[in-house]
């Protein structure tokens, strides 16, 4: 808590895009009614290839106070460096701060996921109803990825559905 405020502390890379900007903003407007702050520490990059650049980016996220905030938010799919990411679990579960986790399920933490099955379900319905296609392509993308792994499930599903 700072100042009468509680604090959460959102963790997040590629802060430069879109989706990071949307989330920011929605999360901001939304807690700061309510007597929370949101203190943002984020990246440029994902911080997949654990570059040099990419260990000084990540430096950022040895500035959280964690004596000082109330709650941690993980976008834990954006942050392509799992060392990162369950070292920041860590800490915060020392302290005993409760830990928001985006887009994964991770053990003792708040898990919040999307459901992207139903809508790439609607969007794998909508070519065959609509556009009538009959001898399909299918690219689900990285091999052991969960979500590739979910696209690959509902296309085989959907073709045996439709023939």
Not at 95 to 124: M, S
Not at 133 to 150: I, L, Q, T, Y
Request: overall charge negative; aromatic content about 10%; proline content about 2%.
């Amino acid at each position: 808590m700072l100042r009468g405020k509680k604090i959460i502390a959102l963790c997040l890379s590629k802060v430069s895009t879109p989706d990071c900007h949307s989330i920011i903003s929605e999360l901001n407007n939304q807690l700061c009614d309510d007597g929370y702050r949101v203190f943002v520490y984020a990246t440029s990059t994902d911080l997949y290839w654990n570059t040099p650049s990419e260990v000084g980016e990540s430096s950022i996220f040895g500035l959280i106070d964690f004596d000082m905030i109330d709650v941690l938010v993980v976008l834990y799919e954006m942050i392509k460096n799992r060392e990162i990411s369950d070292g920041l679990i860590a800490k915060a579960r020392e302290k005993g701060i409760p830990v928001f986790i985006v887009n994964r399920k991770v053990d003792g933490c708040i898990n919040i996921n999307y459901d992207y099955r139903a809508g790439f379900e609607q969007a794998v319905r909508h070519v065959f109803e609509t556009h009538a296609v009959k001898h399909p392509h299918f690219m689900a993308g990285m091999k052991g990825n969960s979500f590739s792994e979910e696209r690959l499930d509902v296309f085989k599903e959907l073709t045996g559905e439709y023939g």
